[in-house]
Structures are given as structure tokens and as C-alpha cells.
């Protein structure tokens, strides 16, 4: 990867020179690359077809401008025939920094979208008190960015769910929905006609804290969900970080075994085939 300023774009203008944050770049774009051959994210289309577009989620966070910047990484060295165009939906929070993500993609030449939905007032009406934020949030939020994207003509809405996230919604369902499942990387909706992706679900948490506060982006911390005690991914979060400290390497061993699945070594018979198990007939086995 050059750095020189006339052969990057402007998302990476004053990235650190440093041997560290080189391999960390390095790392983060084979993580993607990998994540997006393995799962085919780019959609298959005929040659003489215009490229698809995504609508790249930017919420401010760190995991969201790590996804705007490797995939412009990608599309500028000709490795991501996408249009790409970034999309914040302001969710009305009192004291959001409206100012701030439109200022930013304006400096860093990325096509952007800034839609207002005051979804705050709805949540905190419609959530008892001592219940989280975050699953009639999300089912809002989504619903908006479904349209945002259909509007403007994407096929796909790419979100920042790194490999943590992946980790923290198999052990809530586990733990709390009696259910083995996850965020997949790739993913239609209900309505069948947009795709959900997630780039960076290879890439650590740590990968995109420690690139995004490299890169000095202006990172908005969420004070809806965020500022809720006692949330179930907390708690999950809290139980990895204890497996990391005592085995270094676990959460990367367990992402492994969410892509090593056996179906007739699990119990679900909508997955394989028990009652019709045969074992092989003993005389043939003499012969």
C-alpha cells in the first residue's frame, strides 16, 4: 500500500507512518477481502451492468468509520467495483453533534445521505422502564435504512458488525434465546430484495478501536443504548474478556468454530437427518 497523498483516498490523508499501524491497515483489509470472498458479498452481475451500490451505515462509531475507510481502501485500488454511498440517520438523541458526520464526508469527498428520524421519542415512550433500548432501536433504525436504500436505488445496506459483535449475539442467544445462532456476514431481508452485509466480520473490535483512534475520526459515542446498565451484551462481553485474559486467542478460536459447523454432531433433526441414520448391514461388512 503506498501513501503517497495522490495515490490514497482522502479517508486516509495523515495516517500514521508507523511500522504498527501499516500491519494493522494491512490486517484489517485481508480480513475484509477474505470476509468478502468467502461469504460472496459482491453480487454476481453481467459485465456490461451497471456496478451495484451499497449504502454504507455510518452511525459514528468506531466499527462504522473502520467499514467506510477499508472499503474505500478497496474500491479505490480497484478491488471493489461498488458505488458506495454513506448514509448517518439521525436518531434525534438530545445532545447528538449533528454537525459533525456531514462535515467529516464532506471533507473526505464521500457521497453521503443525513436523514433526521426522531426515533428517541419513540423508543424512550414506548420502552417500560428498567427494559434496553436497543431491540425496538434497531427495529426502527432498520426499517428507515430499508427505505433510505431502496430510495436511492442500493441493492445491499453494509453494516459495521465486527467479529466481537458475531461472538457477543451467538452467546446471547445461547445463554438468554435457547437458540445456536448469530449475525450472518450475509444476509436477505424479509422482503427479499435487498441484501445485509457485514464486511468486517472478521476483523477484532480491538482492530477497529485501535485504527479508527489512529486515524483521529470523530468518533460519537451512542448515549441511547450506550448509557443503559446491565445490558445481556455487556454482561456477554464481560464473560469473553474474562476467556481472553486467561487463554489469549479464545475469541478467535471460538469465531472459527461458528465457520466449522457438523449438523449430525449437533442435535436439531431439522438440520440432519437422525431417524433416517442407517448403519451399514453386517453381512456386507464381513464380505
Not at 445521505?113 to 421519542?121: A, F, G, L
Not at 445463554?175 to 436477505?188: D, Q
Request: aromatic share 8%.
Amino acid at each position: 500500500m503506498l501513501d503517497d497523498a495522490s495515490d490514497i483516498h482522502p479517508l486516509f490523508h495523515g495516517a500514521p507512518k508507523s511500522t504498527e499501524f501499516k500491519k494493522l491497515r494491512k490486517r484489517i483489509v485481508q480480513n475484509v477481502r477474505e470476509a468478502i470472498d468467502q461469504y460472496g458479498i459482491v453480487e454476481r452481475r453481467d459485465p456490461d451492468a451497471p456496478p451495484p451500490k451499497w449504502l454504507i451505515c455510518l452511525s459514528g462509531g468506531k466499527d462504522s468509520y473502520t467499514l467506510l475507510a477499508i472499503l474505500y481502501e478497496l474500491k479505490w485500488r480497484g478491488l471493489l467495483p461498488v458505488e458506495l454511498l454513506a448514509c448517518n440517520l439521525d436518531q434525534g438523541q438530545p445532545g447528538f453533534p449533528a454537525t459533525v458526520l456531514p462535515e467529516f464526508l464532506e471533507r473526505m469527498q464521500v457521497p453521503h445521505r443525513i436523514e433526521y428520524q426522531d426515533t428517541y421519542s419513540i423508543v424512550t415512550d414506548k420502552v417500560p422502564a428498567g427494559r434496553t433500548f436497543c431491540a425496538l432501536c434497531s427495529r426502527l433504525r432498520r426499517g428507515h435504512l430499508y427505505r433510505i436504500a431502496r430510495e436511492e436505488g442500493c441493492s445491499a445496506v453494509v453494516l459495521g458488525h465486527h467479529r466481537d459483535d458475531i461472538l457477543e449475539t451467538f452467546f446471547m442467544n445461547l445463554f438468554h434465546g435457547g437458540r445456536v445462532a448469530t449475525m450472518p456476514p450475509k444476509l436477505v431481508n424479509e422482503e427479499g430484495d435487498l441484501f445485509l452485509y457485514r464486511p468486517l466480520a472478521h476483523v477484532a473490535e480491538a482492530d477497529c478501536e485501535r485504527f479508527a483512534r489512529a486515524m483521529n475520526y470523530p468518533i460519537i459515542p451512542c448515549d441511547l443504548c450506550g448509557s443503559q446498565d446491565g445490558l445481556q451484551r455487556q454482561q456477554v462481553k464481560q464473560i469473553l474478556d474474562g476467556w481472553e485474559r486467561n487463554s489469549p486467542g479464545r475469541r478467535q478460536v471460538m469465531f472459527r468454530a461458528l465457520t466449522n459447523i457438523r449438523p449430525s454432531h449437533m442435535l436439531d433433526p431439522k438440520l440432519f437427518d437422525f431417524a433416517g441414520l442407517m448403519r451399514a448391514e453386517t453381512g456386507k461388512l464381513d464380505t
